[in-house]
Every structure is written in structure tokens, then in C-alpha cells.
């Protein structure tokens, strides 16, 4: 078996909000210890470092994922936007704005992660209804708002990203609906499993 | 408390299955499998000691991808991340069932890390019951082969580190079928499963069960498939199922463990009920469940009182951003635990594991000597007071000779970075003497119970009586008594405690810890400094929220003394179990209520017992206790009261100030008992307070003056008027939920109190850059301070709100206006602007008159700057930066004012002047399988003064309505002997989004017609919301929970029939 190098760092290359970056990591050194430590970005938050809080939510290849469960072995070759990097991203300067619109956070701490799960939503889903908003958003914590301002920013942000259709109403952005008749489809199938299938 | 490792473990990323199974199955090796690894950081955080050895096992082909089988079925290869599979089209749409489980486990965030194979492997996962109902079967690399087996015998097997998990096999689903799933949690948003249960039927042409299967399992709960269940429905037709024996074969069959949060039998009900009512619909449910006959209340028609909704749309022309919204949602805001510097050490402290114990012993002499560590400091180090306080000062900075709770400080270290600091700790000695553990207020008051503090462990008694009680009773037609319980609730502010501490150089200590009273911060750490108060600077603001849990001391004391003594600036930030485990928390109370009232439904007599824990150490709980028995009565006027309040020391978690501050716990108790009164005697609960209510311009509970606004009886009115219900009361359509509609009505006195030193200050100044600084030392904590100074300020003055550049929470920049909390931030702004604010203005038209060679008189401030007062025109006719500019600093306009909170001359106990008023009324829906509440309606109706801040305003109900909400349904901090075992977010439940009402307004009649200005709401959203929520879940199935949190157990016992009894 002594073939086989196990090792406790390894050398790690991703790209870290556009840059390049390439480090010599150990195997369970936490995406949000290299974060806020090594690269001082501080908009991503530790409140809870088990992954029910959500508020160390980064981008990872579009993905929104907990950076306090991310570690060293997993980040070769990620992608990785932190909230300091969503202005990159159009969904992310829209979500930015309905946000501010709404005053949709009091003390902020939580507001970073909040604003990386939305902008991974509307990525995928720019017509994500409020029922779709509230699953992308389950793991985020909140304790001064009550999320009833969040779920207003959202709603500003979908209108604002072109995606004003609700459930009711037909869409008149075809092209769009097009691009995410999978996910509508998978709501149903969502909602579906929810009751007696057939 | 989470140790740091000093070891990394190796990783190896194993490159064949033989290679991955060698590993992880030599004894000598510390091994183990890893893919998603998202459970590792959970049980490293609760104590599991991480592996040496990690094997990475997603790079094998084998347990890569999804793809369909020959014989229509599915293979899963076992590294697949959930999210995969719910992006998978096959998946979606031949077994949407599986994708249905999948997206109750955990969050998004995780499930993109989460594999199958972790899910199922560690035998505990969500997905195991739906699984097994799938009749899954699973390959697996075993002792050098790969074989394939049913997932049920795999789960049955002994466990082996070298086995591994390469897939899952889920055969096609049945032709035609009925399929059922529910993952039961303790809350709705992102739960830890209190039990699943899953469910598979298939069904022949003529809808006769070909065959069922019906599992269970997920957390604590063993994975079960449950064949006798499943037999029992074989050859029977849909349509003619016994549902109710279905339910109790389940119930008979299921095995499932009682813990902390939840009991065996509700396990085994509420999987059962859920499985039913997910496959018999309907009809299944009825069977289910008891048909009470309900008269369900409708009020009167009443007129609206003159409220406007608090929203965007209603008050765009009033919306306003607050100033720090931009940086928050960017990112950019640097809290105090962000703060770097160079040279900067991290400090850690050392903790007591046990909650009642003598110091024998304490040797740091190893952790001092450990390369990197700069300074470690224990009570040894304390130069002046060793204890603190805002009532009395108990509590010891560090502890010298006892400690009294888990969590206890009895020493610090400060290294150069956080794992130098963690290893010092581990390398403290402290020996105990274990005392005797006192974990409940009423044993803590028995005759002989050891002693947590010296004087004993009645902390305070307090009685009050009026009338005569004991005769009032035979006069009264009704008497309603009961036992109110209220949680343990922990603040759950985002950001934990911590922040950073600077010796400078000439010998002054900058603290910069978040808090909500900097200048009393100061006071208390100079006390145990022995350092003048002025050669300490204390930062509190910006926090990450307090709502109470910042108001006392918290790290700054062990940060301060570690600095001094290393003479390097010091910082910490404590995880959020340290936090948990060593914050304090609201005052849990038992309040015993006897009330009565005569034929006619007119109060008649009311006697309260309050037991409250206190916790180790005193904070603010005897001002709690004072609040609570202010608000005895409610806002009800009762001839006849005895009321004794007691506070008990204990060894359990510390309490004290939490929004509400007592006032909500007697709330819930008095406004269910007038309720329930109302009810017996037959009228409706609108009609019972009304006759009760204590009318404006008449004294207070306590025979105080109070001021002479008073708006509950509009608050009555706009409940009445709510369109709530009309709205669908009763059984849902689909049978699933009753549903019910409650009210109830708050007043929350605002400031400190008549004996408490209340007084505010503010200082108003021009800046050399042109900017109107406004200074209050209040904290920012998320609250909007900041938002309530620009309008105040800007009102007063004449200005735009973007002129004034708020300076709060810096003992060096802003005066002491007193602490934020009590509801009095919204006050002491507004009276400070309005005594600062004519003064300032004067001077800004004087100073710009001598420049513009212009009389005061003819010069306006305006927006940006000043115009002329002769015409319309906004016209500037100088900018306050061309002001600032041309004024030599010394003649900067600057105005200050200090002054009294407005109180009553009541002295005999702590009683409120001024009030700010709710109604809140809720729709609930109460779940007939499993008894848990959802919240479809909030709607809050306030009367808090006009209001300043829309936006803030809003947020402040909102936020503080669900605070409520978590309190009312989920919250709460459970010990075990002194002992928290909810000490993260993984255990303790804060509503999630999930758990957010559907619907949400808020309201507020702005016309207070006094001369006291707005009030705070930061503590009227959390008044009501329990005891409405009460009388919601009374509507819908007549049961008054008298138990918060309220237990779905409860609940499911009020609701369903009770099966045979065996």
C-alpha cells in the first residue's frame, strides 16, 4: 500500500472571482477559511460552519454552495465567485439592486449569501416563482427580517431580469420560457412527487 | 466549542475500487470513504474525531452516473451529487418521487456536494425510506467482488470500513401506482428529519393493490420496511381501504426512537397519518381525525380606523433607502469581526464543560509556553473589579473559584493565529470539584438546594397586590387557570460575538466589540480594568444584529486583559456553538394564571405565580421579571390582583434582555386567559376586551400616570375590521389542514422605566467636508438606527435625509445617549433632533448669512444646502460643502442637547410611561396528519406614533412577528443537566424561509396626538404574535396550547381519532 501517496496538502489551481489562482492547500482546509483569510474577501460569512446557515454561500461553476462544507481536495479546477465578484454576473447586478430597492436586510450579515443563492436561482431560473424562490433559498438564515423583505427583493429582481409572468398569467418572453420549460417541468414533477402519482 | 486539528488529514483519491477498499479497510489505518463529505464538518462540530485518512471516491468510474438499465430500471452510481439527480430528465419524469424526497433533504447548497451514496451509506439518510419503498436494490464492492443485493440487506449488514457503496438500482416503477412520501421535521424550511416515511402502491386496471411497500427511517429513526403493513393492503381494492387500521398496523409496526425534540409514539403517528393522507386523500383523512363542531368567532361589523399600509407600493413617496443598504447587499460592509491588522493576535477562551463545579486548580504554564502563544491571561490577571453586570455585578469576568454554567470563562489565551490558540487551550489544565447540578427555577427554590450563588438562589421576589382576591372569586361567574410555558429562546443573531481589541501606543485601549450600550460597555470594562473610563474607547456598531443578546458584556473583558498583557491588538470571534452555549437567552418562565371575570364577561379578579429561570448569573433577568409582572393584566383594567414574580438562579445557560423583555411570555398568558374567558362566557373575544380594556387618560396597571395617548381601542377596531375572517376558516379543500384565524392585542412600554437612569443626548455638527453629522451613542445592530437619525435629523433640520451622515455606536464620536434597547433608539433620536435641530439650523443660517452678507431670517435650509427664504426657489444659494469649506473649523456650526426619557413618578416599582399598541392577527393552518402549524396569515396592526422610516418600520414588525413565530412554534434551547444539546443551527430551530408566513401586512395608524414623538416598534412585532397564534389553532380545532414551543404532539392528540387501544 506505501505506493500509494496519501497526501495532506496538494497544490490546487481554481479561479477565484475571474483570477487565476493557484495554492498549495491542505486536504481539509475550508473554502471559507481561504476566503476570508488568505484572500481577505470578507463578504463571505461564517455563522454557522456546518452548512445550515447559508451564509458562506459562494458561487461554484454557477452553482450556489456552502464554502464552510468546501474543502481543499474538492476546489481543483472550481470556479468560484464570491458576492465581492456578482457584479460580473447581470443576474447578479439585478438581484444586487431589487435588494437595495426593497431594503430587503437589516443588520446584513446574512445578506451576501443571500444574494449569491438568488443569483444562482435566476441563472437557471430568470422566472423562478415565488414557491421556486423560497426552495432556493431554504438553506439561508435570516433572523432580523422574517425573509418578507427578501421575498419581495426577489420578486423585484424576476421583474426586473424580464421574468414578470406569474403562475396565472401566460409569459410574453417565449424565448425564455423556452430556455426554462425544463425547469418549469421539473416543478411540476416536484409537485407531483408531492402528491399521489400515477 | 470545535477544536482545531493540528494534523490535516491525508487524502487519497483512489484511483480503483480495490485500491479505495485496501485503504479504508486496513485496521491500521485511520480511514475512511469520502465523495460530498458535507456530513463530515456536522460531526466534527459535534464532537467525532476526523478521520486520518480520507478516500476519495468519486473519481471511480463505478460509482459514476446515471443511466437507465435494460430491464427499464435505473442505476445510480453512488457518487452522483443529489443535485444531479434532481436535474436528472429520467429521474423527473419515471420517479418524481425520488426527486420529491430529494428536495426536502437538506438545502440546495448542500445537495450540490451531497452524494447518494453518502445519503445512504450512513444509514440515517432522508432518502433510505423512499429507497426502500423503491424497492432499490444496491451494488456494493465487498472483500473484493462486487455484488448486488437489496438495499434492505445491505442496510442489515454488519458494518465494514472497506465496504463500499458503488450504486443504487431502482427497478421500473409499477405500471399504474399510488405513491407517498412525507419527511416530518421540527420545522418547514431545511429540517432535520424527525421521521420519513415513503410509500409505494402498485395497482392493477381494475385499481386493485398489487402490492404495497411502506418504509420509514431518516435521523434518528432506524430504516424500516414495514411488510406487515404492506401486506395487509395486498388483493384489497383503493377505493375500499381501511384507512384507519391501515394507520394502526403502521402505527404497530413502525420502530422509532423518543429523544429531546420529539417521542416515539409521535413518530410513529405522524408517519403513519402522513402516509394515509398522502395515499387515501380525502376520504382517508376524515377517517383520521375527530370532527369537532366549532362555532367559529366572526366579529361584528366595525369601522376601520385610519391606517396605512406600510409597504412600497402604499408609501412610495415615502420609501426611503436606509444609508448602509448599499454596502450590506454588496458585500462591502466590514463588521467589527472582519476587522485585520497587522501584528493582529487571535485570542481563544477557556471554557468550563461543566455546570457547577470549585476551581481546585488552574495551570497554564504549558499553553504559555507554546511557541506563538503571546499572552494568556486568568482571573490572577484582573486588576480591579472581577465581576459585571448591568443590574448587579455577579458575573465574573474570568472565574476564580467556581464556576456556575457550561461555558463559565476561566482563562484566555491570545496566539498568532487561531490553531496556535486552539492547541493552548487544550494544553490548560483546570481541575474541578464537581458540585452538585440545580437545572430547574422551582428545584433551585427548594429548601437544601446547593447553592449557585452565595446569598442562595432566590435572585428576586417581587409581589404586588390590589383589591382583595381571595373574596373576589365567589363574585366571579368564570375562572380560568392555567400554566403558561414559555422557551429558552436564543437570540440567533447572525453575526456571533467577537470583534478586536488595540492597545495604543499611548496607552489607551480602542474595543471594538458589537454591543448596544457603548458608554456602559466602558463603565463595566474600566471596573475590571482598573483603567479610567476616558483613556477607553469602546466601537459597538456596526453589529450583526442583538435584539437583547448584545446589551450586556460579552468578549470584551478576556479580549481587553489578553491585549493589555500582550501588548498587540487581539481579536476573536466565537463559532456559533460557543456562542450558543455561553450567550445568554430569553428568560424561560412558568406563569401560573388564575383569572375571572363575572356572568357578563367583566374582569373580576386575576392572581399570577411567575417562576423565571434566571441562569447562572443575574444580567437584566430582574428587570425581565419586572417587566412581566408590569404587564400582568394586560392592558386590561381587574379590580382584584395578587401577583408574585420569583427569579431562581440555576446552572443552566445565563438569561436576560431579549426583545419583549418579559412582556410577550405574560402577554401570551393574559390574552389567552381573556380569550378563553370570552369564550365561557359567550362573547366574542373582540367584545370580551372591549368591556375590560382600560380606558385612555386612566392610570396604568400599577396605578402609574401614563401618557395620556392610548390606541388600543382603534387596535380593536382594526381587528374587528380585518378582512382575515372572511377569509377560508375550517377544514382545506383537500382535508389535509384545519384551518383558523386568532388575534390578540400588545402594548410595549418604550425606555427603561421610572427608576432606572433613562436619559438620551445628541450632538448635531457641520463637518469640514460638508456633511451634517448627526452623533448618538446608539447602536446600529440591523435595526435601522441609522435610517430613523437621517429622517429625524433631516426633518428637524430642514435638510435631506442624504445630507445627514449618521455617527453612532463610538464612545470617541457620539455622546452617551443610553442603550439601545427598550424600545427608546426611535425616541431619543426624535427628541434629540427636535431640541438639537432648531439651535443647529439657526446656526447654519447665521454662519451662511455672515458669508452671504444676508439677515438669518431671510436664509432657509434646504436640501444640499441653504436657500433663500423669500422666495420658493430650492435654489441653493451656498451648499453646506461650500459652507463647511469657507468656515474656519472652530466656527463649524455645532449643536448638542441631553435629556430625560419621558417617564412617570412612580416609584414603588419599574413602570412605564409612554407605549406604542398591536393588534396582530394570524391565519394558521394546522396539519391533520402531523400537528405541525403553518403560518398563511400575519397582519400586524400598530400604533407606534407617525413613522420615520418606512422601510425600517416594516422590517422592525416583520422581523420581529417572526422572531415571534420561531418562538411560538420551534424554538428552543434544550439542556440536559446544565447541558445545551442544541448548540447550532443544525439542532435549534429559527424559522427558516420556509417557515415565513405566505402573507404578511403591516399596518400603523400614524396619529398619536401627543407631545412624545414616534415610538420604537423594535419590540411590538414579537407582543402578540403567540397568544394570536394561540387563538388561531383554538379556532381551528379547539385546543388552547398553553405550552410554547407548541408541540405538534399536542396538536396531533387534539386532532385525530385515537386507534384501538391493544
Redesign the interface.
Known amino acids: 500500500?506505501n505506493e500509494?501517496?496519501?497526501?495532506?496538502?496538494?497544490t490546487t489551481r481554481f479561479r477565484l472571482n475571474g483570477v487565476e489562482q493557484v495554492l498549495r492547500v491542505?486536504?481539509?482546509?475550508?473554502l471559507i477559511d481561504l476566503i476570508r483569510e488568505r484572500f481577505?474577501l470578507?463578504?463571505?460569512?461564517?455563522?454557522?460552519?456546518?452548512?445550515?446557515?447559508?451564509?458562506c454561500?459562494v458561487l461554484?461553476d454557477g452553482?450556489?454552495?456552502?464554502a464552510?462544507?468546501?474543502?481543499g481536495?474538492?476546489l481543483d479546477g472550481a470556479d468560484i465567485v464570491?458576492?465581492?465578484g456578482l457584479d460580473a454576473l447581470p443576474e447578479g447586478r439585478a438581484v444586487?439592486a431589487a435588494?437595495?430597492?426593497?431594503?430587503?436586510?437589516?443588520?446584513?450579515?446574512?445578506?451576501?449569501g443571500f444574494?449569491v443563492?438568488l443569483t444562482a436561482l435566476f441563472r437557471r431560473d430568470p422566472l423562478a416563482q415565488e414557491g421556486a424562490i423560497?426552495?432556493?433559498?431554504?438553506?439561508?438564515?435570516?433572523?432580523?427580517?422574517?425573509?418578507?423583505?427578501?421575498?419581495?427583493g426577489a420578486a423585484t429582481a424576476r421583474a426586473a431580469l424580464g421574468g414578470q409572468r406569474t403562475d396565472s398569467v401566460s409569459c410574453p418572453h417565449d424565448q425564455a420560457a423556452k430556455e426554462n420549460h425544463?425547469v418549469d417541468?421539473?416543478n411540476r414533477?416536484?409537485r407531483?412527487?408531492?402528491?399521489?402519482?400515477? | 466549542m470545535s477544536e482545531h486539528r493540528s494534523i490535516s488529514p491525508h487524502l487519497l483519491r483512489a484511483r480503483s475500487l480495490q485500491q479505495a477498499a485496501d485503504l479504508a479497510g486496513d485496521p491500521g489505518r485511520d480511514a475512511r470513504f469520502i465523495a460530498g463529505a458535507t456530513a463530515l464538518q456536522l460531526e466534527c462540530s459535534r464532537g467525532a474525531a476526523p478521520p486520518a485518512c480520507l478516500v476519495d471516491v468519486t473519481a471511480l468510474a463505478d460509482l459514476a452516473g446515471i443511466a437507465e438499465t435494460e430491464g427499464g430500471g435505473i442505476r445510480i452510481g453512488a457518487a452522483s451529487r443529489l443535485a444531479e439527480l434532481e436535474r436528472n430528465a429520467v429521474l423527473l419524469r419515471r420517479w418524481p418521487l425520488l426527486i420529491g424526497t430529494i428536495a426536502a433533504i437538506a438545502a440546495p447548497g448542500v445537495r450540490e456536494l451531497a452524494t447518494i451514496g453518502g445519503n445512504v451509506a450512513t444509514g440515517t439518510g432522508c432518502l433510505i425510506p423512499t429507497l426502500l419503498a423503491l424497492s432499490a436494490t444496491v451494488e456494493v464492492f465487498d472483500k473484493g467482488v462486487a455484488v448486488s443485493l437489496p438495499l434492505r440487506d445491505y442496510l442489515g449488514l454488519r458494518p465494514d470500513r472497506g465496504r463500499l457503496l458503488m450504486a443504487v438500482v431502482l427497478p421500473p416503477m409499477p405500471a399504474r401506482h399510488r405513491v407517498a412520501h412525507r419527511k416530518i421535521g421540527l420545522r418547514w424550511g431545511f429540517t432535520p428529519s424527525v421521521i420519513g416515511a415513503a410509500g409505494v402502491l402498485a395497482l392493477d386496471a381494475d385499481d386493485r393493490i398489487g402490492d404495497a411497500w411502506f418504509a420509514v427511517g431518516g435521523g434518528t429513526t432506524a430504516p424500516q420496511l414495514l411488510d406487515r403493513a404492506g401486506a395487509i393492503l395486498r388483493g384489497q381494492y383503493v377505493e375500499t381501504v381501511d384507512w384507519l387500521a391501515l394507520r394502526e398496523a403502521l402505527v404497530d409496526e413502525i420502530e422509532a426512537p423518543s429523544d429531546r425534540h420529539r417521542s416515539a409514539s409521535y413518530r410513529k403517528m405522524a408517519a403513519a397519518n402522513a402516509l394515509v393522507a398522502e395515499l387515501g386523500g380525502a376520504a382517508a383523512i376524515e377517517a383520521l381525525c375527530k370532527a369537532p363542531a366549532i362555532k367559529r368567532f366572526m366579529p361584528a361589523a366595525v369601522a376601520r380606523p385610519a391606517e396605512i399600509e406600510v409597504s412600497r407600493p402604499a408609501l412610495s413617496d415615502r420609501w426611503r433607502l436606509r444609508p448602509d443598504i448599499k454596502d450590506k447587499v454588496l458585500g462591502r460592509l466590514r463588521y467589527l469581526t472582519d476587522h485585520r491588522q497587522p501584528d493582529m493576535l487571535v485570542a481563544r477562551i477557556v471554557r468550563a464543560d461543566i455546570p457547577h463545579a470549585r476551581i481546585v486548580s488552574i495551570d497554564v504554564s504549558a499553553a504559555e509556553a507554546l511557541p506563538g502563544v503571546a499572552a494568556v491571561v486568568a482571573a490572577s490577571d484582573i486588576k480591579g473589579l472581577n465581576g459585571y453586570g448591568i443590574v448587579l455585578q455577579d458575573q465574573p469576568a474570568l472565574c476564580a473559584d467556581k464556576v456556575r454554567c457550561v461555558g463559565d470563562p476561566v482563562a484566555a489565551v491570545a496566539a498568532v493565529d487561531d490553531a496556535t490558540a486552539a492547541q493552548a487551550v487544550a494544553l490548560i489544565r483546570v481541575e474541578y470539584e464537581a458540585l452538585a447540578v440545580v437545572d430547574d427555577p422551582e428545584a433551585a427554590l427548594a429548601p437544601g438546594a446547593p447553592a449557585v450563588h452565595a446569598a442562595g438562589n432566590l435572585q428576586r421576589e417581587l409581589r404586588f397586590a390590589r383589591g382583595s382576591v381571595d373574596e373576589a372569586w365567589n363574585r366571579c361567574a368564570h375562572v380560568i387557570e392555567d400554566v403558561y410555558i414559555t422557551p429558552r429562546q436564543l437570540h440567533g443573531f447572525m453575526e456571533t460575538e467577537g470583534g478586536y481589541v488595540v492597545p495604543e501606543a499611548d496607552g489607551s485601549l480602542t474595543v471594538g466589540v458589537g454591543g448596544q450600550h457603548g458608554a456602559r460597555d466602558r463603565l463595566q470594562l474600566s471596573r475590571i480594568l482598573a483603567m479610567p473610563q476616558e483613556r477607553i474607547r469602546v466601537i459597538t456598531s456596526l453589529t450583526g444584529g442583538g435584539f437583547g443578546g448584545k446589551d450586556e458584556l460579552t468578549v470584551q473583558a478576556p479580549l481587553a486583559l489578553l491585549a493589555l498583557k500582550a501588548g498587540k491588538p487581539v481579536r476573536i470571534h466565537l463559532d456559533r456553538a460557543e456562542s450558543v452555549v455561553t450567550g445568554r437567552k430569553r428568560n424561560p418562565m412558568r406563569i401560573r394564571m388564575r383569572t375571572g371575570c363575572d356572568a357578563a364577561g367583566r374582569l373580576v379578579a386575576q392572581e399570577v405565580d411567575l417562576l423565571v429561570d434566571c441562569g447562572a448569573y443575574a444580567s437584566l433577568s430582574p428587570s425581565v421579571l419586572e417587566t412581566a409582572l408590569e404587564h400582568a393584566c394586560g392592558p386590561y383594567e381587574i379590580a382584584n390582583v395578587r401577583t408574585r414574580g420569583r427569579l431562581a438562579y440555576t446552572n443552566n445557560s445565563i438569561c436576560g434582555a431579549f426583545r419583549g423583555f418579559g412582556a410577550n411570555q405574560m402577554s401570551y398568558a393574559v390574552e389567552c386567559q381573556v380569550a378563553r374567558l370570552a369564550d365561557r362566557v359567550g362573547i366574542g373575544p373582540i367584545e370580551m376586551r372591549r368591556i375590560n380594556m382600560r380606558k385612555p387618560g386612566t392610570p396604568g396597571y400599577l396605578g402609574q400616570e401614563v401618557a395620556p395617548t392610548d390606541r388600543l381601542f382603534e387596535m380593536l377596531d382594526a381587528a374587528g375590521a380585518s378582512d382575515l375572517w372572511g377569509k377560508p376558516r375550517g377544514p382545506s379543500d383537500d382535508r389535509r389542514t384545519v384551518v383558523g384565524v386568532g388575534m390578540a392585542l400588545s402594548h410595549q412600554g418604550n425606555g427603561l422605566g421610572s427608576v432606572v437612569p433613562d436619559s438620551g443626548a445628541a450632538e448635531l455638527a457641520l463637518s469640514s467636508a460638508g456633511r451634517i453629522e448627526a452623533a448618538y451613542g446608539l447602536d446600529e445592530m440591523g435595526q435601522g438606527v441609522v435610517a430613523i437619525i437621517q429622517a429625524a435629523v433631516a426633518a428637524a433640520v430642514g435638510c435631506d435625509r442624504d445630507d445627514i451622515e449618521p455617527v453612532v455606536g463610538d464612545t470617541a464620536r457620539a455622546p452617551d445617549s443610553g442603550s439601545t434597547s427598550a424600545s427608546r433608539g426611535t425616541y431619543v433620536v426624535w427628541k434629540g433632533a427636535s431640541l438639537a435641530g432648531a439651535d443647529f439650523n439657526r446656526q447654519l443660517r447665521e454662519a451662511a448669512g455672515k458669508l452671504l452678507r444676508r439677515p438669518a431670517e431671510e436664509l432657509r435650509v434646504a436640501h444640499g444646502g441653504i436657500s433663500d427664504a423669500r422666495t420658493n426657489s430650492d435654489d441653493l444659494l451656498i451648499s453646506f460643502r461650500d459652507l463647511a469649506a469657507r468656515l474656519a473649523p472652530d466656527s463649524l456650526p455645532r449643536a448638542a442637547c441631553s435629556f430625560e426619557f419621558p417617564k412617570t413618578d412612580y416609584r414603588a416599582g419599574n413602570a412605564r410611561f409612554i407605549f406604542a399598541f398591536a393588534a396582530t392577527l394570524v391565519r394558521v393552518a394546522v396539519d391533520r396528519a402531523t400537528g405541525q402549524v403553518r403560518v398563511l396569515d400575519l397582519d400586524q396592526h400598530t400604533a407606534a406614533g407617525p413613522v420615520l422610516d418606512p422601510a425600517g418600520y416594516l422590517g422592525q414588525m416583520e422581523g420581529g412577528g417572526v422572531q415571534g413565530l420561531g418562538f411560538t412554534l420551534s424554538e428552543d434551547i434544550l439542556l440536559e443537566q446544565g447541558r445545551i444539546v442544541t448548540d447550532n443551527f443544525d439542532s435549534y430551530m429559527m424559522p427558516a424561509i420556509g417557515d415565513a408566513p405566505e402573507r404578511a401586512r403591516v399596518f400603523a395608524l400614524e396619529d398619536l396626538d401627543d407631545a412624545f414623538g414616534p415610538r420604537g416598534v423594535g419590540e411590538l412585532g414579537i407582543g402578540s404574535v403567540t397568544p394570536a397564534i394561540a387563538a388561531a389553532i383554538a379556532d381551528a380545532i379547539g385546543y388552547w396550547p398553553t405550552v410554547t414551543p407548541i408541540s405538534p404532539e399536542a396538536l396531533l392528540a387534539a386532532v385525530s381519532k385515537l386507534g384501538p387501544t391493544p
Open positions: 500500500m500509494i501517496a496519501a497526501e495532506a496538502t496538494a491542505a486536504a481539509d482546509a475550508r481577505g470578507m463578504a463571505t460569512k461564517a455563522a454557522c460552519r456546518i452548512g445550515r446557515c447559508g451564509s454561500l461554484v452553482k450556489a454552495i456552502n464552510c462544507l468546501m474543502m481536495w474538492q464570491t458576492a465581492e444586487r435588494l437595495m430597492t426593497e431594503v430587503a436586510f437589516q443588520c446584513g450579515y446574512c445578506a451576501p444574494t443563492a423560497r426552495a432556493a433559498l431554504a438553506g439561508n438564515l435570516c433572523r432580523c427580517t422574517g425573509y418578507l423583505s427578501i421575498l419581495r425544463h417541468s421539473r414533477a416536484r407531483r412527487a408531492q402528491h399521489s402519482g400515477d
